[in-house]
């Protein structure tokens, strides 16, 4: 077996891939080939998360005055390897415009440099920002960095490069080949690659010479992790060497990922569910049983981490995900290959004494399909000067629009030439069939527009409810 991955071994050091990245990828593929059982964290074995403290919990117990201080040990890391082509982006999904502000395009990017501009002004912190991108979105995030008019850093690294490993052929574990598009042959080995980027590029030695102690990391497609002077004294304050944000599951968040407790070790653990076996689904998906879900927004000791991978020479021993898929994912009659990945917050199992705490949703505002970036460019959201994403209560409408005409990020602006409709009023949005929005559009309770077989539009100015296009003489 090892015969076949010398075969993964030799492709990626002609590719420049580094003795650290092969080594990882070593661990993932014996995994994968000879403990399938690991795959699977067994309802049996584990407790549920109970009784976290909550972010207001937390507000009232801290000395907010000292709190810059555990703030101005802080740095921040964004995962920003992501090309959205789930949307049908071909450039970083961070340059994806998300709503204006001052008549400005707004993309992610412009966001996070924001949030970042606002705490160092405002409180006087040096919040160094450093960005996971990977071999695709490296070139123009960093060109967008590099000429922003107000973003200044030299003394640490702004972007550390992700690794990529060979997507493996399911029946025989030898590396695809995929002559008609041979970048399709590569994967990213998901965001627990972080860790091991991490330790190659020396970010922790540069942040400990110059005096920071905590590294707060979420993803740069989730607009509400911002950097937060209150959860760095509530971390500091706890001694604890890692530290998940977690919000409470609603039906919607039922098959995300989780937090539960191993009871052979007392460790907390993240159960995604492609680890949770067939038999145990059910116990899974209960959100009474399981409140808690991953927002994948980490805190973690310089120290505590630096020590963690030099115990393991770099390469943490994290749970194996395996992804099941074709070589060229709009064809599903092409190779069906493997894609090995570790999760980041898996690494939570690694800690004696890791602890979660649990925030609002104004922390977690992720928009991973165009259902999300419905919602984030409607008039729920203000983007406030200080690059905030602000709603009143945080409770979104269900959205669901057909995909075979809104999925792509082009399709979608091509239906919406003016702005998104109103969703102040309503509580679930399903539209089915190809409909093109005209200006100031209003939706309300559960709006619905059918399929009417052929292209449709909604005029100016019109009411969209649950018996479609209403007429306006209730208002």
């Not at 075979?404 to 009023?425: G, V, W």
Request: charged share 25%.
């Amino acid at each position: 077996m090892s015969d076949v991955f010398d075969l993964s071994a030799s492709k990626m050091r002609d590719h420049g891939m580094s003795d650290v990245s092969i080594a990882q990828f070593r661990r993932l593929y014996d995994v994968w080939r000879h403990e399938e059982a690991s795959s699977w964290i067994r309802e049996d074995a584990v407790a549920p998360l109970t009784g976290v403290p909550s972010f207001h919990d937390v507000y009232e117990t801290i000395d907010h005055d000292k709190a810059v201080e555990a703030f101005a040990k802080t740095a921040f890391l964004k995962l920003n390897g992501g090309l959205g082509t789930s949307m049908g982006l071909e450039c970083a999904k961070s340059l994806l415009p998300v709503r204006r502000h001052k008549a400005k395009q707004m993309r992610f990017i412009d966001i996070i440099i924001g949030q970042v501009l606002t705490a160092r002004a405002r409180l006087g912190v040096e919040l160094p920002l450093t960005l996971m991108n990977s071999f695709c979105t490296s070139e123009d995030t960093m060109k967008v960095l590099r000429h922003h008019r107000k973003f200044r850093q030299h003394d640490v690294p702004m972007e550390i490069v992700q690794h990529q490993e060979p997507k493996i052929v399911e029946a025989t574990g030898e590396p695809v080949t995929w002559d008609a598009d041979p970048e399709l042959e590569w994967c990213p080995p998901g965001h627990g690659d972080l860790f091991s980027t991490i330790w190659e590029s020396g970010l922790l030695d540069t942040l400990e010479e110059r005096g920071f102690k905590y590294l707060f990391i979420s993803n740069s497609d989730n607009l509400g992790a911002r950097p937060s002077r209150t959860l760095a004294q509530h971390f500091e304050n706890t001694g604890a060497p890692f530290m998940i944000e977690v919000a409470t599951r609603t039906y919607a968040d039922r098959k995300g990922g989780h937090i539960v407790r191993d009871k052979a070790t007392g460790r907390l653990m993240l159960r995604e569910m492609s680890q949770v076996h067939p038999d145990d689904k059910a116990d899974a998906q209960n959100i009474k049983k399981h409140p808690y879900f991953n927002t994948n927004s980490i805190w973690v000791r310089i120290d505590a981490l630096k020590a963690k991978l030099a115990e393991y020479d770099g390469v943490l021993p994290l749970p194996v995900i395996r992804n099941r898929k074709t070589v060229d994912p709009t064809d599903p009659e092409s190779t069906p290959v493997v894609q090995l990945e570790t999760a980041m917050g898996a690494a939570i199992g690694l800690f004696d004494g890791a602890i979660c705490v649990q925030v609002d949703r104004m922390r977690f505002l992720p928009v991973k399909t165009t259902d999300d970036l419905f919602i984030m460019r409607s008039d729920r959201f203000h983007l406030t000067d200080s690059y905030e994403m602000e709603d009143g209560n945080y409770i979104f409408p269900n959205v669901t629009l057909d995909p075979r005409y809104y999925k792509n990020i082009h399709d979608f602006n091509e239906r919406f030439p003016y702005s998104i409709p109103s969703l102040a009023a309503a509580n679930s949005v399903t539209i089915r069939g190809d409909w093109t929005f005209g200006r100031d559009v209003v939706m309300f309770s559960d709006a619905i527009l059918e399929d009417n077989g052929e292209p449709s539009y909604v005029p100016n100015g019109e009411y969209v409810g649950p018996q479609g296009i209403e007429p306006d003489d209730w208002v």
